[in-house]
């Protein structure tokens, strides 16, 4: 990536939400120098919400949440011994709980990933502005990270595929499909290191080169400080939400 300033608004015409979305992929920088224009962000929102839709009704008819639940149950030894320490009526419970949590937890994704859509724009026009001097504002750089995490509705697509094809027994929520190192890792291998393998993932990286290109254009900085401050926090994120989390599993 060059390591040049970000050029000014151009007198391109202006795109419409689908031009957006497919320049996202094709000429990205086309999309986030339009978002300086408009920072209109739902079109992808939408595109997730339908995605995660589609992906919730497969995994209910082809694997069930109670399956998918003691899936998750299987890759954290602690949890699934302190289950089966209950009593039998007790376990049933705790695991119908399990999977009702895990069912509506995965239909709120959409407004989860919303809430964390704000977060994540407010944490990078942060660093943006008063790391690198840039001049990024709050809706255009949540207009950034809709448009720059796309690539997660291409995983998302291959995820319901892969799920619909998948024994019940092998699926496992948390990596349903197998773009990352950690998902060809055996399961017997320190865990730490398969969550450091789960955050190597293709369509991640694809989403963390976007945010980069978006984060200089929108916010007027270098291409290198915007690596800086993308990269930073995804090694950050993925200690505290991947590392630690799996240290203590």
């Known amino acids: 990536m060059a390591d040049a300033v970000a050029q000014p608004e151009s007198s391109a015409p202006p795109l419409n939400e689908i031009q957006r979305v497919v320049d996202a992929f094709v000429s990205p920088s086309k999309t986030f120098t339009d978002i300086k224009r408009s920072a209109s962000w739902w079109m992808p929102w939408l595109i997730g919400v339908i995605i995660t839709g589609a ?3 497969v995994v209910q008819q082809k694997i069930g949440w109670e399956k998918t639940y003691t899936n998750i149950l299987h ?12 009593p039998a009526d007790q376990q049933a419970k705790a695991i119908a ?9 995965f239909w709120g994704v959409p407004i989860l990933g919303l809430i964390s859509a704000i977060i994540a724009a407010a944490v990078l026009m942060a660093t943006v502005n008063f790391g690198f001097g840039g001049t990024a504002k709050f809706g255009q750089m949540l207009a950034v990270w809709m448009y720059a995490t796309l690539p997660w509705a291409i995983q998302g697509i291959l995820g319901i595929v ?5 024994d019940p027994d092998s699926f496992n929520l948390k990596n349903f499909v197998g773009t990352n190192l ?30 980069t290109i978006g984060c200089a254009i929108v916010g007027n900085i270098k291409k290198g400080q915007a690596a ?20 203590f599993s």
């Not at 709980?97 to 937890?105: D, Q």
């Open 75 to 86: 890759q954290s030894p602690a949890q699934q011994q302190r289950i089966e320490q209950l």
């Open 162 to 166: 892969a799920t619909w094809f998948v």
């Open 97 to 105: 709980m399990g999977a009702n949590i895990t069912k509506y937890s």
């Open 182 to 211: 950690g998902y060809y890792m055996p399961t017997d291998w320190p865990k730490t290191l398969i969550a450091l393998g789960t955050a190597v993932d293709i369509f991640t990286i694809w989403a963390l080169v976007l945010l």
């Open 55 to 57: 992906f919730g009704y």
């Open 228 to 247: 800086v401050a993308i990269w930073g926090w995804w090694v950050v994120v993925t200690i505290l939400l991947k590392v630690l989390p799996a240290m």
